[in-house]
């Protein structure tokens, strides 16, 4: 017994400063902020349209809502994902295929805040999306380059365009009204993971944004495509500022756009950039603990 004991003790005092490594003073065990998981973002298979849902540790968020004629994609997504509240609902921009599905969100959950552009339009889905802020009482503000939200758990979003003085001028290409220069962008951080976020943005946002910020704001780990991978966006200066690892394109299967365009893909594969599609892959799903992520799809 003389020889077991001590060994027995050691043994004991081990294992209990390893306990103590793991707990806090208050005896729960501490708890990385970055853990497996800690973030999902999907973008939805809602065919020709954007609707990428953000699940944090503490919120849950909608980045546009896809098409008029895609509700019942929509409540499926809601209803698989048993989303009842919707922390924060951002629309990048008022076309349809971007705005059309708000009035299902607003239908079957709390909506806690609206942010847009702030870029009035004239149709009838734009009137009634405003008119439904104001019933419900929602809180709203138009967001501009420079204004950071925080989505809870350490993930934060700041927005890169338009400014201010792009909305009131109106967006404009060609001398013609186009209400894809203002769409909001955005940058999701969350430890070293990071995406970047561009509703339908065309060259000119791109160009702004370059002219305004830094290659360090704009580096990130994955891109949502601009415009459906359209050519009309993801110029060859923003794509190498961005440097993403992978890019998430949101497209229906056979559109009339004939999106994503081959020269962008062309483009991609020349930087390297793995990319996923919805219309081949269905929804695209990513996780990341703050330091390593994965992207899948779920068709």
Request: aromatic share 6%; hydrophobic share 40%.
């Amino acid at each position: 017994m003389k020889k077991i004991l001590p060994v027995f003790l050691v043994l004991l005092f081990a294992a209990l400063l390893a306990a103590g490594c793991t707990a806090s003073p208050g005896g729960a065990p501490k708890q990385n902020m970055a853990q497996a998981g800690a973030l999902t973002v999907k973008v939805l298979d809602v065919g020709q349209g954007d609707a990428i849902l953000i699940r944090t540790p503490e919120q849950t968020i909608f980045i546009d809502t896809g098409d008029l004629d895609e509700h019942p994609k929509l409540e499926a997504a809601l209803k698989k994902e048993n989303i009842k509240t919707v922390d924060k609902l951002i629309i990048t921009h008022p076309h349809a295929d971007h705005l059309g599905g708000a009035s299902v969100i607003f239908k079957n959950c709390e909506v806690k805040a609206v942010y847009d552009n702030g870029e009035p339009a004239t149709a009838k889905f734009y009137r009634e999306y405003l008119k439904t802020i104001k019933a419900k009482n929602i809180p709203y503000k138009a967001l501009v380059d420079g204004d950071v939200l925080d989505f809870g758990g350490g993930v934060s979003f700041r927005v890169l365009s338009p400014t201010a003085q792009m909305v009131k001028d109106g967006g404009k290409k060609n001398g013609k009204p186009n209400l894809n220069i203002n769409s909001i962008v955005g940058r999701l951080v969350f430890g070293d993971f990071s995406m970047l976020f561009t509703g339908d943005a065309e060259k000119e946002t791109e160009n702004g944004i370059l002219s305004r910020h830094s290659a360090p704001d704009l580096k990130s780990l994955v891109l949502k495509s601009p415009h459906h991978g359209s050519k009309t966006s993801s110029t060859a200066a923003f794509i190498k500022a961005v440097a993403p690892e992978a890019a998430a394109i949101s497209c229906g299967a056979g559109n009339d756009y004939g999106h994503p365009h081959k020269e962008i893909l062309d483009r991609y594969g020349k930087f390297n950039i793995k990319v996923y599609r919805t219309d081949e892959m269905g929804t695209i799903a990513l996780t990341s603990d703050g330091k390593t992520y994965s992207i899948k799809g779920e068709k």
